[in-house]
T-cell receptor, first 111, second 115 residues
Framework: AQSVTQLDSHVSVSEGTPVLLRCNYS??????LFWYVQHPNKGLQLLLK??????LVKGINGFEAEFKKSETSFHLTKPSAHMSDAAEYFC?????????FGSGTRLQVQP | EPEVTQTPSHQVTQMGQEVILRCVPI?????FYWYRQILGQKVEFLVS????????KSEIFDDQFSVERPDGSNFTLKIRSTKLEDSAMYFC?????????????FGQGTRLTVV
């Protein structure tokens, strides 16, 4: 069975500093990987996805993620955090029928 | 931009009562899903639905759960006799295709509280 591990349940950064949210996935020949964001009282919004093209994937709102097969990682980064980035972030791996989610990382952005 | 919509946003129900959670998937999508997230836990897959039948279900999706597409637009999740442990956020999702790299579009969720 697939498993997705998000290594940090909470991350706190100051506005304007870099963001790193970590995700490790189940080893797979050709994984499909996604990052979703959930703002309070909102649904899950797709930030970006990896589909075996470029290993560095650019998403919305300045986020990007790097696929590293040797480390089975797909960490999410942003060079400079904004207050509006405060939310819950979920890493997910595509399966035959459904997505397998990590447990989520709550990002706090301090002024 | 097309979106998945869910109603209601919040539902409080007494234990043992039936609830129906409603979803309107994106109109040209063919694959529909329900996920749930118990407070503080992972988003978990419940069931997938295609061509008017369940294509896969998790061990969570026992006999008290059922899904239906009663018309051309709605997709519903029914919990026949709710338990306290059914309290969770329930997300509906839809996809245009069932390839691994096709993203799922999620609704804003229904928060179900069983008292």
């Amino acid at each position: 069975a697939q498993s997705v591990t998000q290594l940090d349940s909470h991350v706190s950064v100051s506005e304007g500093t870099p963001v790193l949210l970590r995700c490790n996935y189940s080893s797979s020949y050709s994984p499909s990987l996604f990052w979703y964001v959930q703002h309070p009282n909102k649904g899950l919004q797709l930030l970006l996805k990896y589909t075996s093209a470029a290993t560095l994937v650019k998403g919305i709102n300045g986020f990007e993620a790097e696929f590293k097969k040797s480390e089975t990682s797909f960490h999410l980064t942003k060079p400079s955090a904004h207050m509006s980035d405060a939310a819950e972030y979920f890493c997910a791996q595509g399966g035959r029928r459904a997505l397998t989610f990590g447990s989520g990382t709550r990002l706090q952005v301090q002024p | 931009e097309p979106e998945v919509t869910q109603t209601p946003s919040h539902q409080v129900t007494q234990m043992g009562q039936e609830v129906i959670l409603r979803c309107v998937p994106i109109s040209n999508h063919l694959y529909f899903y329900w996920y749930r997230q118990i407070l503080g836990q992972k988003v978990e897959f419940l069931v997938s639905f295609y061509n008017n039948e369940i294509s896969e279900k998790s061990e969570i999706f026992d006999d008290q759960f059922s899904v239906e597409r009663p018309d051309g637009s709605n997709f519903t999740l029914k919990i026949r006799s709710t338990k306290l442990e059914d309290s969770a956020m329930y997300f509906c999702a839809s996809r245009a295709a069932e390839r691994l790299n096709t993203e799922a579009f999620f609704g804003q969720g229904t928060r179900l509280t069983v008292v």
